[in-house]
């Protein structure tokens, strides 16, 4: 149980396009998701988190207008790359967890590797 | 501030043993995870230790010592398989959102 995933795994766009980056938790509620980065050989930075049916809580750097996050549902959490840079290339990584779940311990996504040419 | 230190990378031999050590500095402690990520992959749950003392699952044991702000993840019998970056987190319990606070992860490189 508790499968976590997220699609696209991989994409390549152009400069200036949007990207979105859905995850999904397949066989539990998520209260709580996660979205995450990480550069080649560095750690995760986490960029926001996210409840259902509230706002995001970005942390502090990441811009909320560039990187859009939508938490509609207790199993879908949407991550949206504006007008996209090669600066924002990255792997991007989400996590879900329920507050009753074992040790609200967070489950992963097998990420999005993105590529701005 | 928030902290957490943990070696940059590791080597070890096949079938041998090997010890990771995490210590942390944190407003609150409300639990430690060890993750394992494979390179181009996500992070997968390892242990989580929470009262001091160790756990253990398979080959690999968790130590917690809450006094001391220290941790470490021991692998036991080596496999090549186990070359893979190790991820210590500590969730502080001043949060309400249940984030976890990263090391930057140790590199454990096993050799033949």
């Known amino acids: 149980g508790a499968v976590v995933s997220q699609h696209p795994s991989r994409v390549i766009c152009k400069s200036g396009t949007s990207v979105k980056i859905e995850c999904r938790s397949l066989?539990?509620?998520?209260?709580?998701m996660f979205w995450y980065r990480q550069f080649p050989k560095k750690s995760l930075m986490l960029m926001a988190t996210?409840?259902?049916?509230?706002?995001?809580?970005?942390e502090q750097g990441v811009e909320k207008d560039k990187f859009l996050i939508n938490h509609a549902s207790l199993t879908l959490s949407t991550l949206t790359v504006t007008s996209a840079h090669p600066e924002d290339s990255s792997f991007y990584i989400c996590?879900?967890?329920?507050?009753?779940?074992?040790?609200?311990?967070?489950?992963f996504g097998p990420g999005t590797r993105l590529t701005v040419l | 501030g928030q902290n957490i230190d943990q070696p940059t990378e590791m080597t070890a031999t096949e079938g041998a043993i090997v010890q990771i050590n995490c210590t942390y500095q944190?407003?609150?402690?409300?639990?430690l995870f060890w993750y394992q990520q494979h390179a181009g992959e996500a992070p997968t749950f390892l242990s989580y230790?929470?009262l001091d003392g160790l756990e253990e699952k398979g080959r690999f044991s968790s130590f917690l010592s809450r006094s001391k702000g220290y941790s470490y993840l021991l692998l036991k019998e080596l496999q090549m398989k186990d070359s893979a970056s190790y991820l210590c987190?500590?969730?502080?319990?001043?949060?309400?959102?249940?984030?976890?606070?990263w090391g930057a992860g140790t590199k454990l490189i096993i050799k033949p």
């Open positions: 996590s879900a967890t329920w507050t009753s779940g074992r040790a609200n311990e967070q489950f």
């Open positions: 230790n929470v």
């Open positions: 996210s409840n259902e049916g509230s706002k995001a809580t970005y």
């Open positions: 987190a500590v969730r502080d319990a001043v949060d309400s959102n249940y984030q976890l606070i």
């Open positions: 944190t407003s609150g402690f409300n639990g």
């Open positions: 066989d539990f509620q998520a209260t709580t």
